[in-house]
């Protein structure tokens, strides 16, 4: 059974920065894709950041591109995002997706493990 808990969401000033973190368990971390997506009132959800699980660079979405860094850490089986320059466009709930296979397009359709997400809000 897959499991996402996503935290460190919070309300920060323009210009902060934050870390999101998310447990993952009840698979194979290493082999597969994990993204982050985000979703704000009104809008559909985007994907932010993905990272593959044959390695190889991560892919961010251009909004974000810069600002962003995801990466693994494939022994706690948690996948983060760093986020710097935060603009209070960046205001979302943010979740942590995976995927056993995936293309590096940010499409939703290949994640089939959410979590419950994690509220950034940028004031």
């Known amino acids: 059974h897959v499991q996402l808990v996503e935290s460190g969401g919070k309300t920060v000033q323009t210009g902060g920065s934050l870390r999101l973190s998310c447990q993952a368990s009840g698979y194979h971390h290493s082999a597969y894709c994990l993204a982050w997506f985000r979703q704000a009132p009104g809008k559909a959800r985007e994907g932010v950041a993905q990272?593959?699980?044959?390695?190889?660079?991560?892919n961010y979405a251009d909004s974000v591109k810069g600002r962003c860094t995801i990466s693994r850490d494939n022994i706690k089986n948690t996948p983060y995002l760093q986020m710097n320059s935060l603009k209070p466009e960046d205001t979302a709930m943010y979740y942590c997706a995976a995927a056993s296979k995936c293309q590096a397009n940010l499409n939703r359709a290949w994640y089939v493990y959410w979590g419950q997400g994690t509220q950034v809000t940028v004031s």
């Open positions: 990272v593959f699980g044959a390695g190889g660079t991560p």
